[in-house]
């Protein structure tokens, strides 16, 4: 789940050296991992000192944390709880919201890398389990509010139950995240399957 | 998706050293994960040398390919091809097929952990992917062989794409694993959600 829209993928300066070292982690976990992250080399290739790095996170689970939370900010699903722009279905936003998560453009694909990564390794450091837990929660809840919207312009089928719905609909997300990342589909059938699905499952 | 049968699970002796060799990089990887898997200590502790290890496997990549078909052997899906048991619909020998891979016993989460770690190791690790991609071709074709038997005998409902049914039913499971294993979802509530889009989704 790439948790940034495209929109905000335009290359910004950060505003200071807390933006700078969580850009340097974001891309650092993408690239290699975050069982490849160094405290050090975030710092370096940030431009800031080790000390000031642990200033800002206190740790490198802070790090891991804040990094999490940075890929997240601007989600292609988080503008669902305003709901739909002018002219738009529910249903439409919700798909073109879900549909976000998969893209191939540099910015969607490594913060979905950081996503997958952070959760793979909540499998093995117990610290991030309550931050993935969390960030998942966020999501469904979001996804939750654009069903709503739906439902209640009739663009959405009555009699969906809108927390299940959500829950199935992120993880199934997650899981053509997974495939699309470790190649075992391309990005445009991903995008194809979930566009069945929701059809499927949701449309009126 | 833990592609091992808890049935296969009982604490059976390895026949050899390569299989003592395949048991003891399965545990490393579910306590581990791929990237803490040192090869010396996989020869260690499957008490051989590690160059018999070299010897069966040729080089790292090699073990971590073979601990992978390891895990996939008695998939919980694999005797879908084989029609349904005596008295069972297809729709329910698929189901509990599908249930069967969300499980706390240690020997479907240990595979269970094996595949999600092989997968999302492939992210970075581009040796990984084309074996990731031919298991998940694999087990999909398992379950359309499922799907077409529940549609033969009237148990899932007329009209179902197999093809398109199975990659999204096991791109589904695959997402429930990792939410289950990184703590964000109980195993009882992932299996319930399973349940419930299984029956939405196929039942006649």
Chains 1, 2 share one sequence.
Request: charged content about 25%; glycine content about 8%.
């Amino acid at each position: 789940m790439a948790r940034r829209s495209p929109a905000a993928g335009t290359a910004t300066e950060p505003e200071n050296s807390r933006g700078a070292i969580l850009q340097a982690a974001a891309r650092t976990i993408a690239r290699h991992g975050v069982r490849g992250l160094k405290v050090d080399d975030v710092a370096a290739a940030a431009g800031v000192s080790t000390p000031l790095l642990y200033y800002h996170f206190a740790s490198r689970a802070g790090l891991v944390k804040a990094t999490l939370e940075y890929a997240s900010i601007e989600a292609p699903s988080s503008a669902l709880p305003e709901g739909p722009p002018e002219g738009e279905t529910g249903y439409r936003a919700l798909e073109r919201a879900l549909l976000a998560e998969l893209d191939d453009t540099d910015q969607v694909r490594d913060n979905a890398v950081v996503w997958g990564e952070v959760a793979a390794s909540a499998v093995f450091e117990d610290d991030l389990r309550a931050d993935v837990k969390e960030a998942v929660e966020i999501w469904r809840e979001e996804v939750v509010q654009g069903i709503r919207a739906g439902l209640a312009d009739g663009s959405i089928r009555a009699g969906i139950d809108p927390e299940q719905t959500a829950e199935l609909l992120t993880t199934l997300v997650d899981g053509l995240c997974t495939r699309w990342l470790s190649g075992s589909v391309t990005v445009d059938r991903a995008r194809e399957l979930l566009a069945a699905d929701l059809k499927h499952r949701l449309s009126a």
